[in-house]
Structures are given as structure tokens and as C-alpha cells.
């Protein structure tokens, strides 16, 4: 098993900037990939980005493309988003999420985090 904890939501204003970070612990041996997704209320999730561990891989959302960063600190076990130039749009519930196989779609990640608040107000 791998436990995922996501922290760094909160509310910012339009242009401005978020870090996520989401620590893994357990199995981490078996990541193949980290992802984030999102979910807003009454939408599906929604692919933002994912990083493979084993060759540094990395894809956006055309989205998010050019306004986040996925990044991994290797000795923390730990995936980072940085988020700028945010929108209203980006306001969502923002997951981590790990696999043990590469890809960019929710149903292709066994685990998952609670979950982080991100609101950008207008």
C-alpha cells in the first residue's frame, strides 16, 4: 500500500500563485507515477499533471500547460505542483495520486489522496 497526504490548497486571488505538495510513504518503492487531478463540484475528475518516477516523464493538461510545474524531491518521497497565474477556473479539489504504470487517466491510479482545497477568487 501507499498512503498519499496532500497539503498547500487555499484561497488566492486571480494571477496569483499555489504550491501543493503531496508526501508518500509506504510502498513507495512500487511508484511508477504521480499525478494530480482535480474535481470541482458537479464535474468529472480532471487530469492536471503527472511525473514518471522511473524516467521523468512529465504531461499537462493543455489547460494548466504553461502555468504549473510538476516537480518531485526524490530523498522526501514528495511530488510538488506549483500553480501560477491562477484562475477562477482552477478552483477545484486537488488529488494526488500514485501508480505502479504510467498515464494521465484517474481510472489509471490504484491510489489517492484526500484531497486540498484550492479556491482563486476573481
Known amino acids: 500500500q501507499v498512503q498519499l497526504v496532500e497539503s498547500g490548497g487555499g484561497l488566492v486571488q486571480t494571477g496569483g500563485s499555489l504550491r501543493l505538495s503531496c508526501a508518500a510513504s509506504?510502498?513507495?518503492?512500487?511508484?511508477?507515477?504521480m499525478g494530480w487531478f482535480r474535481q470541482d463540484a458537479g464535474k468529472s475528475r480532471e487530469f492536471v499533471a503527472a511525473?514518471?518516477?522511473?524516467?521523468?516523464?512529465?504531461d499537462y493538461a493543455d489547460s494548466v500547460s504553461g502555468r504549473f510545474i510538476i516537480s518531485r524531491d526524490d530523498g522526501e518521497n514528495t511530488v510538488y505542483l506549483q500553480m501560477n497565474s491562477l484562475k477562477p477556473e482552477d478552483s477545484a479539489v486537488y488529488y494526488c495520486?500514485?501508480?505502479?504504470?504510467?498515464?494521465?487517466?484517474?481510472?489509471?491510479?490504484?491510489?489517492w489522496g484526500q484531497g486540498t482545497q484550492v479556491t482563486v477568487s476573481s
Open positions: 495520486a500514485a501508480n505502479t504504470e504510467y498515464g494521465t487517466g484517474w481510472y489509471n491510479y490504484n491510489y
Open positions: 511525473m514518471s518516477w522511473i524516467d521523468n516523464k512529465i
Open positions: 509506504g510502498r513507495t518503492f512500487s511508484i511508477y507515477t
